[in-house]
Structure formats: C-alpha cells, structure tokens
C-alpha cells in the first residue's frame, strides 16, 4: 500500500502537539526523580528529602509520569496521528478534544496531589496507605479519556473496513487497536478497584477495604499494562522499523498473529505478579505462570522476525555473510529519516535481556529470589525503560518533525541519545540485577539505612554495587539532557519544511493472506473466555476469604486515621 | 498462499524451548519442593507476634512455630532466635498496612498482606545472624523496617520453653499507661525489652542519661518525657531519625504513660 504525507487540519495538529508536548514536558520530572532516586539508593543523599522533595514523593512522581502519564499520552497521540493517516477519513474533533481534556485535567489533578505530598503512595497506590481522593479521581479521568479517545477510533475503523472489502487492515492499525483492546479490557479491573473500592474508602464514605482484592484487581490491570506500553512499539517494528532500515517485513502473518496473540494472552497471567501473597492458591498461581510462558511465545516469533526483515534491508545496502550484513545497517546516520534506526533498534537489543529477565521472573522457583527486590527494576528498565521508552521518545520528535515540518535540530546530538541511553542502562540494570540476587529491596530509600555507614542495618555489598548503578543513572541522566536539548531546539526552531503527518511503511516481504489473523472477533471471543476461566474462582477466593478488612492509613502514621484525633 | 518454513520452524523452537523451561519448573516443584506461596485457610488471624518451640525427645531436634506481625515499621518479634537444622513454620501477616519480609540465606519471599496469613517452611543448616528485611513499601519508615534470626548451634539437647521470655511484672497502677503505649502504637517503634528498633527502647528510661542530637547531655525526667511526647522532633535522641508523629494527649494520659515509663526504671524485672 502506498501512502502519501498527509496535510493535518489546524485542530488535528494543534491536538496531537498538546498530546505530545505536555507528556515530554512532564517527563522532566520523572527523569529527574530517576536520577536523584540512585543517589538516594547508593547513599550520596542520606535524607528522607532532598530539594524540597520527599523520596517516596519523588518516586511517586517518577512512576506515575514516566509509566502511566507519558505512555498514555504517547500511545493515544500515535493513534489519533495513526488513524488520520492510514484511514484518511478524519476523526470525530469534538469527541477527540473530550477525551484529551479529561487526560489533562486528570493528569494535572494527580500531578498536583502528588506534589503537595498528599499521595506518596507510588504508581500502584496499594491501600491501605491511602492518598487524597483527588488523586484516584485523577488517574480514573485520565483512564477514561483514552478510553473516549479509543472509540473514536472505531467508526473510521468500521468505515474503511466497509469501504475496503476484502483488503488486510494496514499493520499499524492493526497494532495500535490491539493495544488499546488490551488497555481497555485491563483497565475494566482498574476501574472497579478505584471507583468501587478505593473511592469511597478515601472519602470515608465506607470504613474499610479488602486489600487482597484491590491487590489482585491492580495486578488483573498490571500486568496487561505493560504490553498496552509494549504493543506501540510493536506497531513501530512491524509497520515501520523494517522499511527505515532499508527492507522489508519479513512475514505479514507473523505480525498479524503476533497482536492476536497478545490481545488473547496479556490479560489472563496477572498472578504470576502475586506468586508471594497470601489468600491465593497455588494452582491458580501456576496457571497464570503457564499462560505466562504462553505470551513469550509472540515475543520469540517478533525476534525472528525483526532480525528477518533487518537482514534483508542489509543485504539491500550490500550487506554480505553470515553476521557481516549487520554492520551496513544505519547504525550512525543523520541523512534523512534514518536517525529513527538507532533508537528502535538499540530498544531491541535491550529486550533481549529484559525478555530472558521476564521469563525468570515469571517462573514460579525462581521468583522467590528477586520478588520486591531492585532485581525488578532492573528487568523494566530494559523492557518499559528500552524498546517502550526509546520507541516513544523517538516516535514522539518524529511527529513534530513531520507534522510542523522543522528538520532534527542537532542531527548528531541525537544520534548520540539511543547509544547513552543503552549504555546507562546496562550499567544501571547490571548493578540493580547483582544488588537484588543478593537481596536488596526495591523502592526502598536505601541511604537512610542499608548504605548508609552509621546505621546497624548498613550492607557493604550493596553499597560498593550500587556505584554501578549511579554511574548507569547519570549517563541516562545525560541521555535525557541531550534528547530535551534536542526535542526543545526542534519544537522552537523554524518551519523550513513541508509540515504533513508521515511515516515510514513497510512493504511485506511475505504477504500471506490467512483470515483468522486479519479479524478480531474470534480472538475477541477467546480472550474473553480464558479471562473468565483464569480469575473467576481466583476472584471468589480473594473476596471470600479475607478475614478482616483494612481501615485507611496514611504514610507517615502507624496509627489508622480513623482513630487519629 | 502460505506460512514460510522458517516462520513455522521458529515457532517450533521457540514452543519447545519454553517447553523445556516449564519442565525444569515442574522437575523444581517435584524433585525440591519449589512452590509458591499458598492459600492458608486453618489459621486464625493473630496481632501478636509469638515463637513456640515444640521439642522432639525421639530424635532430640526443635520444631518452631513462629508467628510474625508486620507493622508499620517493625517485625513483632524482632529477633527470633532458633536452633540450627530445626524446621521453622513461618506464619506471617499484617495488622495495618502492606509489607512483604525477604530472610537472608533462603528463597523465603512473602508478602504480608492485612486480613490474609501468609505461610512458608524453612530451616537454617549453619548457625549465624540471619537479617530480614520488609520489601514492600510501607510508609516513610519503611527503609528502617528489618528483624533477625538468630541461630544457635544444636550441639547439645535443648529443652522446650528456652526461647520463652518472662513477662514484664507490671503493676495495676501503671497498667493504664501501658495500655496506651499500647493504642497509641507506641510500641512498633519503642520496645520495652531493650532492643533497638526505630526509637529509644523503653528500658531503664527515667533517670537515663541520654546524648541529644545537638550534642548536649541530659538525664530523662518527667518533664522531658511529657515534652518529647508532645514535640517529638524538639529534643532528639542522637542517631534516631526524625520519624514520630506529633502527638495529641491529654494531659491525664499522659501522666499515666509517664507513671508507667518511670516503672521501667534499670533493674525493674
């Protein structure tokens, strides 16, 4: 299929700079917290705050932006920008503008809370530590604004399928429906645990909460979260990653079966995050564990594939011999489009590892050993922190780019942003995978006591390793400086081009035609059917058989509010 | 048209290679008792934390029972002494909010969660200090939240009730004051038995001489008592952080919790 750049409408625009600024915006934050949180954890700060800012404040801010704002945002900018330019009928302005207002307002509402202290609860915000209700209401108004978003998708979607009989759905849009199908059947849960439970709880319109259940419905959402961050990046590598590298996609129907897969197997296999809780049989905890292995399975399929079509981009640039071709890749080029390489692909090469670290986490015997420990960290931040994290950033400058038609300011600069960022993180996940073997805790604010020399709790392993792991966070530090330094000089500086939404589009090498990846419904079906198997009893038992509800407590009392004076 | 070969040859390797990681995970469970944390439905909750040794004369070995309270930031007890080689039912939960325990030297991990008894099994084969830590943040004193076991040497024979400690002798008058150290939750960060936790033990208090963190000296009187219940951060106690939460007591409680403090003299069993 070709495609021809598309000249936005001043609101179409004006749309997708809000949902692409305000969130790279907002990443300064959490990229701050980043880096002063392992100099909290390597104990150069020995203080509960630092700047004004509390550590677990600042931990707060760094997941809640970085994991759940910026993806969000992100995802539903690349989808709005998505639809207009692969289905070329428009979207419906009012209903898109709804729907980014609410993601606004709500992410200002929780972003405000957070940093008045009133929610130093983390991006899980387990109760019963509570937060103030402004903050649930917040996450609950940026969840339903890309839910409203996603629908406006629909009717372009259904109108091209009629207006194209027969036709295969283009990959990215095949990509970025099964994201937001994961997202939303993953925030149904979500929902109900925030507006259900924790809601009326913070407001004292009831006194206690089942804590077990709110955990179990957080992780029915969590981990389905994680490929709602994944599946964008995918879109990138299936739709777009083989064409900037100078090929083709290997094979269509690995791609198209890939999302079908996921959309089937991200939702079922949230225990697997809760293999250490009570209250929940082991059997149900080992079926999750089994579906968990199911879902590595497209992941395997995606590697081959990738590492198909980037072979055959080579071998187009007269790449030659077994492993030689990898080096006519564009590595290091700032001509044209091709700075996109370096940044999708170097995210692969970090999935590597966080795929093998999913895996062992995921694996029951193993899992005892680094549950809750900086080992976990260090398995996302080659995952969410890799290919997500470098997918969007660079998806995110390419769109200014192209929709305000201002070439990359700093070509080289940028170039050198992927490469920092995969060399921090090695020296980063290195030192955080060593530390939780040896069983140092995550999001803990280490240089009170465990590095810190003074106190009986003091472990010298920890911090002799942890000097790994601030090197590893100031190169990333570093990395993020060049990309804002670079984001910003783009955004500010003049229009000498054509200003029209494009993106590369990858041509099949193998087209199959195969019907039962090209519609979702059966998959629908199925997906709804394993769901119901794999919690409903896990969900009884939960609710059943927790003895005691929990009353709201707050971070810095031991004592429960209620009998606070 | 049709899947390439290679498609379908990945995607055999690729199944059976997890296959292969699933079997190891089974082989795990059969072969070294490798399993996850389970649903305990024959326990009753508890909020005191408790060690029953339950001795063996056939084979001359302890078995332990030991129930563990997390809270905010404390393990109840604190220090769990035990024999080398015995087997230790671990029963863990919460009285408040959530907090998870990592033991040093085995693959124990669990969470403990309010409402829910979470449960593991484990030994120690070589004496030694063994630390465990909470891993699950739990408010701003989390990173101070942390316990020991401590294993002895099982040369020798032991007889049950070693582990038992004696009760504190109180008397009627300061029991009111103890009661409120007890609803106050005082006592998740002052212990009464001289172990350190977060806070100043309670142990021989008054009439302590105690450094401040301003470097003066002073020795622990009444007023003072009442002051730093009152405005916890003024007067701090040296190398403790600033934690305790300000305090609203009327002042006949808190001459009742002075009363029962000034019971806690050095030499009152």
């Known amino acids: 299929m070709n495609f021809v750049p598309l000249s936005l409408s001043k609101s179409d625009r004006n749309l997708l700079l809000v949902q692409i600024v305000f969130p790279v915006s907002l990443l300064i934050l959490g990229i701050y917290h980043g880096f002063i949180q392992v100099l909290y954890r390597a104990g150069i700060i020995q203080s509960q705050s630092f700047l004004g800012l509390d550590y677990y404040q600042g931990l707060t801010l760094h997941g809640v932006i970085n994991a759940i704002v910026f993806t969000t945002f992100f995802a539903v900018g690349f989808g709005n920008a998505l639809i207009l330019y692969y289905l070329r009928s428009g979207l419906c302005r009012t209903t898109a503008w709804v729907g980014n207002i609410m993601m606004l307002v709500g992410t200002l509402l929780a972003a405000a809370i957070i940093l008045a202290g009133k929610a130093n609860i983390l991006y899980t915000f387990y109760p019963p530590l509570k937060g103030h209700p402004l903050f649930y209401i917040g996450a609950v108004l940026l969840v339903i604004g890309s839910w409203v978003s996603f629908f406006n998708w629909i009717p372009p979607y259904l109108k091209w399928r009629r207006e194209n009989p027969g036709k295969k759905t283009p990959m990215a849009i095949l990509g970025i429906f099964a994201s937001f199908i994961v997202w939303f059947i993953a925030t149904l849960p979500l929902a109900f645990e925030v507006l259900v439970l924790l809601l009326p709880w913070s407001l004292g319109w009831t006194d206690e909460v089942n804590v077990t259940l709110a955990r179990t419905l957080f992780w029915f959402f969590g981990h389905p979260l994680v490929y709602f961050w994944l599946l964008p990046a995918y879109t990138m590598y299936y739709a777009m990653l083989p064409k900037i590298a100078g090929g083709k ?11 079908m897969l996921f959309i089937l197997l991200s939702c079922p296999i949230g225990l697997h995050h809760q293999y250490s809780d009570p209250g929940i049989q082991s059997s149900w905890k080992w079926f999750h564990g089994i579906l ?69 986490n995921a694996s029951a015997a193993m899992n005892g050993l680094i549950h809750n420990t900086s080992w976990v960290p260090a398995h996302f931040h080659t995952t969410l922190g890799g290919p997500v994290f470098l997918a969007f950033i660079a998806m995110s400058l390419w769109m200014v780019v192209k929709i305000l038609g201002k070439p ?25 995978s060593v530390t939780g073997l040896m069983g140092e805790p995550r999001r803990t604010n280490m240089g009170m006591t465990f590095t810190n020399p003074e106190s009986p709790l003091f472990h010298e392993g920890w911090k002799f390793i942890s000097h790994f792991v601030v090197i590893g966070g100031t190169i990333m530090f570093l990395s993020m400086i060049a990309y804002f330094i670079v984001f910003f000089g783009t955004l500010f500086s003049s229009k000498t081009e054509d200003d029209r939404l494009d993106f590369p589009n990858a041509e099949p090498f193998h087209d199959e035609n195969i019907s039962w990846v090209q519609n979702f419904k059966p998959w629908l079906v199925a997906t709804a059917l394993v769901l119901a ?5 896990p969900l009884l038992e939960v609710y059943k058989g927790t003895k005691k509800g929990a009353p709201a407590y707050s971070p810095d009392n031991p004592i429960p509010l209620r009998d606070q004076k | ?61 302890s078995k332990y029972e030991v129930k563990v309270v997390a809270k905010m930031w404390t393990f109840d007890p604190p220090v769990i002494e035990v024999v080398a080689g015995s087997d230790i039912d671990f ?100 212990s009464l038995d001289g172990t350190p936790i977060l806070a100043p033990t309670f142990k021989g208090i008054f009439g302590r001489t105690q450094s401040l963190s301003d470097g003066s000296n002073i020795v622990i009187d009444e007023a003072y008592l009442k002051d730093s219940i009152l405005h916890p951060t003024a007067k701090m106690v040296k190398g403790y952080q600033p934690l305790m939460p300000q305090m609203n007591i009327p002042e006949s409680d808190l001459q009742a919790i002075v009363d029962y403090l000034k019971s806690m003299k050095v030499g009152t069993p």
Request: hydrophobic share 50%.
């Open chain 1, 292 to 360: 968990t292995f199911c879902v590595a399975l497209p992941s395997f399929i995606t590697a081959f594939t990738l590492a198909a079509s980037m072979e055959i981009g080579a071998r187009s640039r007269g790449g030659k011999g077994l492993f030689a071709w990898w080096a006519k890749l564009p590595h290091w080029n700032s001509k044209g489009d091709q700075w996109l390489f370096p940044y999708l692909f170097l995210g692969l090469i970090l999935f590597l590892f966080g795929g093998i670290t999913g895996i062992i």
């Open chain 2, 91 to 190: 029963y863990l939960t919460s009285t408040d909010v959530i907090h998870g325990v990592i033991i040093q030297g085995t693959n124990v991990n669990l969470m403990a969660v309010p409402g829910v008894v979470n449960f593991a099994r484990l030994s120690f084969d070589q004496p030694g200090e063994y630390s465990f830590l909470c891993h699950e943040y739990c408010g701003s004193g989390h990173q101070s939240m942390a316990g020991k076991f401590v294993v002895k040497s099982n040369e020798g024979v032991y007889r049950p009730g070693d582990i038992a400690t004696a009760p504190v002798a109180i008397s009627s008058a300061a029991l009111a004051g103890r009661a409120l150290l007890d609803k106050n939750g005082c006592l998740a960060c002052h």
């Open chain 1, 249 to 259: 996609l290997y094979s269509d129907f690995a791609g198209r079966l890939a999302f």
């Open chain 1, 408 to 432: 990359v300011r700093y070509p080289r600069l940028n170039l050198s942003v992927p490469y920092l960022w995969i060399l921090g993180v090695v020296f980063f996940s290195t030192g955080m």
């Open chain 2, 1 to 61: 048209m049709q899947i390439h070969w290679t498609e379908k040859l990945v995607a055999v390797i690729a199944s059976g290679l997890l296959l292969s990681f699933l079997a190891a995970l089974i082989a795990g469970y059969y072969f070294y008792d490798l399993d996850v944390a389970d649903c305990v439905t024959d326990v009753p909750l508890f909020s005191k934390g408790e060690v029953h040794q339950i001795f063996d004369p056939t084979n001359y070995r």
């Open chain 1, 533 to 537: 198997v794999a919690y409903t009893i």
